[in-house]
């Protein structure tokens, strides 16, 4: 899997220009079909979505191209998810209050926060790094009080060093990005970030 941006016609025109990068071996990716049909929730409805599929010419695997709206293996659409992670570590809020919020169930919401909290470090971690390629000069990310707000100040942190670079972003639609879409998973990546 890889995170593209959002917006189709863009995609396509990467792939058919041989723009877009092989994840495993560097190779160029090229056109190779959809990937299987499925409902995204998203803050305003329900939305039929339907990946790109690219295969590498170097290697010849597949890889399934998803839009940054997204999370990999998660239903719901990444500004959906930081929302519920945001209510709970800057609010306070327990995981019910927020699924009413989110208009998500409950279960799926304690879900994400778990794996935000167990994986904190981690994220903050990435995070850190992905702000430091961006912003050489960036002095040092200092502690938010506990794990979690840790991680969401190195988020916080990482998105204002690309903003001041390259210019305005959607916030998770960005941590979509820079995580290569495994904010959740069990490894992050660095995402499409090249940064010379």
Aim: proline share 4%; net charge positive.
């Amino acid at each position: 899997m890889r995170i593209v941006g959002a917006e189709v016609a863009v995609v396509e025109a990467e792939l058919a220009g041989g723009l877009l990068g092989c994840s495993l071996c560097g190779g160029v990716l090229g056109p190779w079909g959809h990937a299987r049909e499925r409902v995204l929730r998203c803050r305003d409805g329900d939305r039929r979505l339907r990946p790109r599929r690219a295969r590498c010419r170097g290697c010849r695997r597949t890889h399934v191209l998803l839009p940054q709206i997204v999370l990999v293996r998660r239903q719901d659409e990444v500004a959906v998810i930081g929302a519920a992670i945001e209510a709970k570590v800057l609010g306070g809020q327990g995981f019910r209050r927020i699924a009413g919020q989110v208009r998500v169930s409950p279960v799926t919401v304690r879900g994400w926060l778990r794996r935000f909290a167990e994986r904190a470090g981690l994220i903050r971690a990435h995070f850190t790094r992905c702000a430091v390629l961006l912003d050489p000069e960036l002095g040092a990310v200092l502690p938010a009080g506990s794990g979690v707000a840790d991680a969401l100040e190195a988020i916080a942190v990482a998105v204002r060093a690309w903003v001041l670079r390259f210019g305005p972003a959607e916030r998770w639609q960005l941590v979509s990005w820079l995580s290569g879409g495994l904010l959740l998973q069990h490894e992050l990546t660095l995402g499409g970030l090249v940064v010379s």
